[in-house]
């Protein structure tokens, strides 16, 4: 069964405020001259800010469910412009699961690519 | 320079407890632009514990933060994490590939609470760019 897929908006100011909450200061997701001098496109988002959209698109979809596993490969990489911001989709498909488990295969994406390898959650119900 | 192959098994000191504040919780989900009221942390949260640790890891190994990409993370959970935990984490280095001049570094993080109890494991996936790597 296909779920509603959620459409988010990444910013710079969000990715500054990510830093500080999550503890992760990578000057590649803050400081657009460290990250060109990596050979990165631009400021990128962390990976962990994707996937926590990807989690929160999950926690919207199943309220009543608590997270069994969650997990992604990071395979491109989302540019957040200095202006503006970066559109993230959270789509998502449910399988039928076995113990009671309920697995939700996502599929996240940016400007119409994926941005995460395989992203997947296997819930059961709190 | 490349990452010594003989820290592929090794396990770092935990790290010192982190603990789980309502306003770390608001924070953290303020951040990603959602809001948390109470009950379960967002399913992320526990990457700043085992984010914690692989910084140490890379301050022990001298490798620079900027020059890391994150490749993969997974995380199994025993139970979700609560406002009022004390979360720390124990790094292990899983293993290790040079790919193209990168280290492809795999790290596991067990995740306990203040009775020791595991409460998440998460797997981490780790691209240390070489310096010629530069555009």
Redesign the interface.
Known sequence: MSLEPRT??ITRA?LV??A?????????HTDEA?A????LPGVIA????T???A??A??DWFPEH?????????TSPVVVPAEGGAEVVVAGEEKGGEDGLTTVALTVTHEGQKVL?MPK?VLRR? | MPVDPSIVGRSFPPTRPYPVTAE?LR??A?????AWTGG?A???FP??TA??AM?AFLEAEQVA?????????????E??VVEGDELTATLTVTSLRQIGGNDIIGTTSEVTDATGALVCTT?A?LVH?ADG???
């Open positions: 988010f908006t969000d405020a990510y500080a909450a999550s503890g992760d200061h990578n000057p590649i460290v060109t001098s990596v050979g962390h990976g962990m800010y996937l926590a959209l989690a929160r999950v926690a608590e997270v069994v596993t969650l997990g992604c490969k990071f390898g959650a709190a | 770390a924070a953290f303020a951040a990603t632009g959602g379960p967002p399913a992320t990457i700043v984010f914690e910084n933060l900027h020059r890391i990409v994150h490749g993969e993370q997974r995380f199994a959970y139970r979700p797997g996936t760019r790597s530069e555009a």
